[in-house]
């Protein structure tokens, strides 16, 4: 069983940033992908970012130019660096990783307020 634990959600002010983490319990070198999902109240959780396992990254439409996913591999650690927040980034942010086993896990949750 693999554990992500996620920190860095909280409230900020439109225009703000904030940078999510998520420490693995394993490492994270081989999997084959590893990605940050959010979910706004009353609606489906939804792709942002995603690394795979070649390095290539995926922008949801919505946070291109604005998100940097990026992880450490030393450290078993994913990122999410988020600048230039509109309220409509409000959501809770899940961490997610894709096995070399096509096993899926997930964070606990972190919410992330933008609001003025």
């Known amino acids: 069983q693999v554990q992500l634990v996620e920190s860095g959600g909280g409230l900020v002010q439109p225009g703000g940033s904030l940078r999510l983490s998520c420490a693995a319990s394993r490492s994270i070198s081989d999997v084959r992908r590893v990605g940050w999902y959010r979910q706004a109240q009353g609606k489906q959780r939804e792709l942002v970012a995603a690394?795979?396992?070649?390095?290539?990254?995926t922008y949801d439409d919505s946070v291109k130019g604005r998100f940097t996913i990026s992880r450490d591999n030393a450290k078993n650690t994913m990122y999410l660096q988020m600048n230039s927040l509109k309220p409509e980034d409000t959501a809770v942010y899940y961490c997610?990783?894709?096995?070399?086993?096509?096993?899926?896990?997930w964070g606990q949750g972190t919410q992330v307020t933008v609001s003025s």
């Open positions: 690394i795979g396992s070649g390095g290539t990254t």
């Open positions: 997610n990783l894709l096995s070399e086993w096509y096993s899926n896990y």
